[in-house]
């Protein structure tokens, strides 16, 4: 008995390592992703406040560019703009691959990063 409570606490312990691993792995790949795509729509500017001297975030313009880049990466999420600041969120789900046997099917993971336009008087 004291046999088999041991194999079954290892086989937790390495369900635990290695399904908690997979997911550490996707969360930074996501948060990687998200990263990217905020600088990515941090760099889409307003043409017209560029010509009148102010470097400003083109809106729509960064959500576009930041959905782009989510899309071509393979990551989906949600993208957001307050004032020269933009944030992208990136979440999903991780199939499990040894939890699944006492019915934890997949893991969660969410990434956020946020980027700031600057021009070079920042």
Do not use: C, F, N
């Amino acid at each position: 008995m004291w046999t088999l409570s041991v194999a079954v606490a290892m086989l937790a312990v390495a369900a635990l390592v290695l399904d908690g691993g997979y997911t550490m792995s996707a969360k930074r790949t996501a948060m990687h992703d998200a990263e990217q795509a905020a600088r990515v729509g941090a760099d889409a500017l307003d043409q017209a406040s560029l010509r009148s001297g102010v470097t400003a975030v083109s809106r729509d313009g960064a959500v576009t560019a930041a959905q782009t880049y989510l899309a071509r990466a393979g990551a989906t999420g949600t993208v957001s703009v307050s004032g020269d600041a933009v944030t992208v969120v990136v979440s999903g789900h991780r199939d499990t691959t040894l939890l699944s046997a006492i019915g934890v099917d997949s893991l969660a993971y969410r990434a956020e990063a946020t980027a700031v336009s600057i021009d070079e008087d920042d």
